[in-house]
């Protein structure tokens, strides 16, 4: 059977698959989602062999993931007609492994070569247009070949050790609350006003007095991170610039809350299960939104002007974040911290 409109063919042999092939290949934020859904899918079939495919930048982060038997890397780089090409080549040395199952995640014109040469018996593709979030739809492709439901699992089981020893260097001490700020939203109109995580982290340390706080990520936001030591002093660790993604993503599981604007560190946050408040300006809620009742999205939705996807404030004020007060966010953070 097959649906033309949710493109799908779901599995329909007695025994189950043993050999099952997820693919996402692009961006960082949008390939981790993948990953509790993918853990919860593998909970079904718990002998079956389970390999991810992810372009060479993002390749680090399922590879420090103890999920996947194979994890394989589409080089090409951005180029789409290199990776066109270096997809052909993969899917052909891919065959030979016969897989059972494919679970397209990312459904563009290089995952379909691959899906298609491979030729399984079961497939289905992901749904890139829906206008909800990105974490159902990732539920619902996988759902659709037929093997039952798979609600995410948020526990990992992450093979690099050196995140723990990196936070302890730079001041941390295990069993004390870590909270990561993290104002890395690319475009100025997802930008929660600096001084207000400063207050925020003020409030933070009156409630919880030997709190550390951290901020990680690209060179992008190292002016942010500076001006957020001058401001909050020893409390701070600066580690912008001196973690991979696979080193990042492991902190990730010793954050007791993060507070994030819209970016790839935010999906890390959530999809590992830690107290996540969202700050989303002029982003689409209803499709990048965090999921799970760890996790609090404060979104423009509500508003005439909200979810603009602009670049820049029409209004020059950034209003569908300003609106939120440090105090308020802080009140948002606290409910998930007690839950």
Same mark, same amino acid.
């Given at each position: 059977?097959?649906?033309?409109?949710?493109?799908?063919?779901?599995?329909?042999?007695?025994?189950?698959?043993?050999?099952?092939?997820?693919?996402?290949?692009?961006?960082?934020?949008?390939?981790?989602?993948?990953?509790?859904?993918?853990?919860?899918?593998?909970?079904?079939?718990?002998?079956?062999?389970?390999?991810?495919?992810?372009?060479?930048?993002?390749?680090?982060?399922?590879?420090?993931?103890?999920?996947?038997?194979?994890?394989?890397?589409?080089?090409?780089?951005?180029?789409?007609?290199?990776?066109?090409?270096?997809?052909?080549?993969?899917?052909?040395?891919?065959?030979?492994?016969?897989?059972?199952?494919?679970?397209?995640?990312?459904?563009?014109?290089?995952?379909?070569?691959?899906?298609?040469?491979?030729?399984?018996?079961?497939?289905?593709?992901?749904?890139?247009?829906?206008?909800?979030?990105?974490?159902?739809?990732?539920?619902?492709?996988?759902?659709?070949?037929?093997? $039952?439901?798979?609600? +995410?699992?948020?526990? =990992?089981? *992450?093979?690099?050790?050196? %995140?723990?020893? !990196?936070?302890?260097? &730079? #001041?941390?001490?295990?069993?004390?609350?870590?909270?990561?700020?993290?104002?890395?939203?690319?475009?100025?109109?997802?930008?929660?006003?600096?001084?207000?995580?400063?207050?925020?982290?003020?409030?933070?340390?009156?409630?919880?007095?030997?709190?550390?706080?951290?901020?990680?990520?690209?060179?992008?936001?190292?002016?942010?991170?500076?001006?957020?030591?001058?401001?909050?002093?020893?409390?701070?660790?600066?580690?912008? $610039?001196?973690?991979? +993604?696979?080193?990042? =993503?492991? *902190?990730?599981?010793?954050? %007791?809350?993060? !507070?994030?604007?819209? &970016? #790839?560190?935010?999906?890390?946050?959530?999809?590992?299960?830690?107290?996540?408040?969202?700050?989303?300006?002029?982003?689409?809620?209803?499709?990048?939104?965090?999921?799970?009742?760890?996790?609090?999205?404060?979104?423009?939705?509500?508003?005439?002007?909200?979810?603009?996807?602009?670049?820049?404030?029409?209004?020059?004020?950034?209003?569908?974040?300003?609106?939120?007060?440090?105090?308020?966010?802080?009140?948002?953070?606290?409910?998930?911290?007690?839950?």
């Amino acid at each position: 059977m097959m649906n033309s409109k949710e493109k799908y063919r779901p599995w329909t042999e007695r025994e189950a698959p043993k050999k099952v092939l997820f693919i996402r290949l692009q961006a960082m934020g949008d390939m981790v989602i993948t990953l509790p859904y993918i853990q919860g899918f593998k909970k079904n079939l718990p002998e079956a062999q389970i390999d991810f495919l992810t372009r060479e930048e993002f390749d680090t982060v399922p590879n420090s993931v103890s999920l996947f038997s194979n994890v394989y890397t589409l080089r090409g780089g951005r180029s789409t007609r290199k990776q066109a090409f270096c997809a052909l080549m993969l899917a052909l040395k891919l065959k030979q492994v016969n897989y059972d199952a494919v679970v397209d995640l990312q459904n563009n014109r290089v995952s379909k070569i691959i899906r298609r040469l491979l030729a399984p018996k079961a497939w289905s593709v992901f749904d890139r247009w829906s206008p909800i979030p990105a974490g159902a739809r990732t539920e619902n492709t996988i759902r659709n070949i037929g093997l $039952g439901a798979a609600p +995410p699992d948020f526990k =990992f089981q *992450i093979k690099p050790p050196e %995140s723990v020893s !990196l936070l302890t260097g &730079s #001041g941390w001490q295990e069993g004390n609350m870590l909270i990561v700020l993290n104002p890395a939203g690319f475009l100025v109109s997802r930008n929660w006003p600096l001084h207000n995580y400063v207050e925020f982290g003020r409030l933070i340390l009156e409630k919880y007095p030997n709190a550390k706080f951290l901020v990680l990520g690209i060179e992008r936001i190292n002016e942010k991170a500076i001006y957020l030591h001058e401001q909050l002093g020893e409390s701070l660790i600066n580690l912008v $610039g001196k973690t991979s +993604p696979a080193t990042a =993503f492991a *902190i990730m599981q010793h954050a %007791s809350l993060v !507070l994030t604007e819209d &970016s #790839g560190l935010m999906h890390m946050a959530w999809v590992s299960g830690k107290a996540t408040v969202a700050l989303f300006g002029s982003s689409r809620s209803d499709w990048s939104r965090p999921l799970g009742s760890h996790s609090i999205c404060l979104n423009s939705a509500d508003m005439e002007c909200g979810e603009c996807m602009l670049s820049e404030c029409k209004f020059g004020d950034v209003r569908c974040l300003t609106r939120f007060t440090p105090k308020f966010v802080f009140n948002k953070a606290q409910e998930l911290l007690e839950k």
